[in-house]
Antibody, heavy 126, light 106 residues
Framework: EVQLVESGGGLVQPGGSLRLSCAAS????????MSWVRQAPGKGLEWVSS??????????YYADSVKGRFTISRDTSKSTLYLQMNSLRAEDTAIYYC?????????????????WGRGTLVSVSS | SYELTQPPSVSVSPGQTASITCSGD??????AYWYQQKPGQSPVLVIY???MRPSGIPERFSGSNSGNTATLTISGTQAMDEADYYC?????????FGGGTKLTVL
């Protein structure tokens, strides 16, 4: 079965750190770009970060709201995507979804999400 | 920064046609994508590359994109189509989402 399963969410104090993981199965993980998309409680979707597939340029991309604080990475041997989140703020509170893109490279004509995980909740509060 | 604007809500009677718009500067020059999200669930891609339907998406879902507006059309709307719908496009190496439209099937 093709699926993405996120983990690592939880309650963290402002200024703290958290690492999210996304385990992929049912497809060749290395062949696809991957992303994180978040959704604050009762709000809309917000793209967070993307990374090209292994063998691609290794390029990473970030939303301005997280640039310099979050780092996306992937481990092909474990078919796992990560999001290291540092200097967390209250406004980072959201469900974080892992999402697969349809091609190896992150490009203008393929920057969309054809498979989503169920998400993991991150709460930033004192 | 690039913005996509959607109406907050759209209502439709069962069996009728629902149209949800998404507006952005020269959106027709880009590809538009649409996602459906039901309460408590993850988003699901329903339209890609303006008008293409992924496998498993019913034929009643269709899309168009021209000028500054992309449109998601649901023909013969069913109660199961009640959900939030989000448009999305690419701009300057970022993915942008519209604010979402709540479709109510009355």
């Amino acid at each position: 079965e093709v699926q993405l399963v996120e983990s690592g969410g939880g309650l963290v104090q402002p200024g703290g750190s958290l690492r999210l993981s996304c385990a992929a199965s049912g497809f060749t993980f290395s062949s696809y770009a991957m992303s994180w998309v978040r959704q604050a409680p009762g709000k809309g979707l917000e793209w967070v970060s993307s990374i090209s597939g292994t063998g691609g340029s290794g390029s990473t991309y970030y939303a301005d709201s997280v640039k310099g604080r979050f780092t996306i990475s992937r481990d092909t041997s474990k078919s796992t995507l990560y999001l290291q989140m540092n200097s967390l703020r209250a406004e980072d509170t959201a469900i974080y979804y892992c999402a697969k893109q349809p091609t190896l490279a992150v490009s203008a004509n393929s920057w969309y999400f054809d498979l989503w995980g169920r998400g993991t909740l991150v709460s930033v509060s004192s | 920064s690039y913005e996509l604007t959607q109406p907050p809500s759209v209502s439709v009677s069962p069996g009728q046609t629902a149209s949800i718009t998404c507006s952005g500067d020269r959106l027709g020059d880009k590809y538009a994508y649409w996602y459906q999200q039901k309460p408590g669930q993850s988003p699901v891609l329903v339209i890609y590359e303006d008008a293409m339907r992924p496998s498993g998406i019913p034929e009643r879902f269709s899309g168009s994109n021209s000028g500054n507006t992309a449109t998601l059309t649901i023909s013969g709307t069913q109660a199961m189509d009640e959900a939030d719908y989000y448009c999305q496009a690419w701009d300057s190496k970022t993915a942008k989402f519209g604010g979402g439209t709540k479709l109510t099937v009355l």
